[in-house]
């Protein structure tokens, strides 16, 4: 099991113990995360479920595919250089202890 801790923008946090393979959209859903919405289910069609990595994550894994970039350019008012759509992380043991910043959007 992974531990990871999600910040909401008031600053208040949620942390959970996650499986490893999920994503980090189900992990927020399946725990009762506020501000991860996930209208689209997880087909990276909406943003509902962006979120802020740790650059050394962020860094660590695939660059996103050119249709998350397009939904984190044109539907996300607060991107960052870390952001990502929770449903394209999937959680790896060594994300163990992250902590992921939601935007308040």
Do not use: W
């Given at each position: ?19 490893e393979?999920?994503s980090l ?26 979120v ?26 607060d ?8 449903c ?12 992921v ?5």
């Open positions: 099991m992974t531990i990871i801790t999600f910040v909401q923008p008031s600053g208040s946090k949620a942390t959970v113990e996650v499986t393979g999920l959209m189900e992990a927020a859903l399946h725990n009762g995360v506020e501000g991860i919405l996930a209208e689209c289910n997880g087909a990276a069609a909406c943003a509902t479920c962006h802020v990595l740790p650059k050394e994550v962020y860094d660590r894994l695939d660059a996103p595919e050119d249709h998350e970039e397009d939904m984190l350019d044109f539907t996300t008012a991107r960052q250089p870390c952001s990502r759509l929770s394209q992380v999937s959680i790896s043991e060594d994300m163990n202890g992250m902590v910043h939601i935007p308040g959007e």
